[in-house]
């Protein structure tokens, strides 16, 4: 079993940035692929970003060149960087455990964490 436990999520006004980081206890992240997604009120869970065993990502069009996926397998924790935020990226953004990589549909991933809110001002 692995716990993830999203942080680092808020307020933001357009254009602004913000990190949100992945923890994860009961086994090492570095066995897993990793995901972010992220979920709109009234709209179904939509792939953000991945991040493969060897440090490989990929990322929807929409974030490309914006968002960067990162891990840190000995502190056991993944990041997702936002910058030049838009009121598009709005959500509750989740972090997910898997063994496929680059997978980029939800019932892909065995593992999630309870989400972190992520508001933009526009």
């Known amino acids: 079993q692995v716990q993830l436990v999203e942080s680092g999520g808020g307020l933001v006004q357009a254009g602004g940035s913000l990190r949100l980081s992945c923890a994860a206890s009961?086994?090492?992240?570095?066995?897993?692929?990793m995901g972010w997604f992220r979920q709109a009120p009234g709209k179904e869970r939509e792939f953000v970003a991945s991040?493969?065993?060897?440090?490989?990502?990929s990322y929807v069009d929409s974030v490309t060149g914006r968002f960067t996926i990162s891990r840190d397998n000995a502190k056991n924790t993944v990041y997702l960087q936002m910058n030049s935020l838009k009121p598009e990226d709005a959500g509750v953004y989740y972090c997910?455990?898997?063994?496929?990589?680059?997978?980029?549909?939800?019932?892909?991933?065995?593992?999630w964490g309870q989400g972190t809110q992520v508001t933009v001002s526009s």
């Open positions: 991040i493969s065993l060897s440090g490989g990502s």
């Open positions: 009961g086994r090492t992240l570095r066995r897993y692929a």
């Open positions: 997910a455990a898997g063994t496929l990589a680059f997978a980029s549909r939800p019932v892909e991933y065995d593992y």
